[in-house]
């Protein structure tokens, strides 16, 4: 006869297990071959985990760079014009830069920058834009009028 775990009293449930495990000390760790220890598979998760770690650095590490690529642009790029002066003034800027950076200095005159540098000079209704050129420098201002 058989006895389920309802009908089992505990202390017959405690020298069950005591002997189990017993027989699984005296049985030892599984072998690969007769007498001798077969070693622990090695751990898996560690190398995942490993790669994780590196991902996670990589991506910081361009996500840095990306920030500091994008701070640069905007550092050199001219603010955002509000008047159609501040427009004229950033476009002409931006071609006299370039030229700057082709001929080692700025043009001597804004017309210089047509075609290759600007499709035309900009001139802002009710406005004059004054430019001069010091060597490698240059001063450049747009008043408005009336």
Known sequence: MTATGSEMPRAE???RM???LQQLEEQGPPTSQPGEIAAPPPPRRRN???FIGLGLVIAAELAVLGV???MENLEAAPAV???PCESALAVIETGVIEYREAHGQAPATLEQLVPDYL???PRPSGA???YQSQG???SLRCDEVG
């Open 119 to 121: 499709p035309g000079v």
């Open 13 to 15: 449930i405690r020298r």
């Open 48 to 50: 995942w985990l490993l």
């Open 128 to 130: 004059v834009v004054q």
């Open 68 to 70: 500091v690529a994008r």
């Open 81 to 83: 014009a509000k008047t």
């Open 18 to 20: 005591d002997e189990t």
């Open 136 to 138: 490698e420098g240059f």
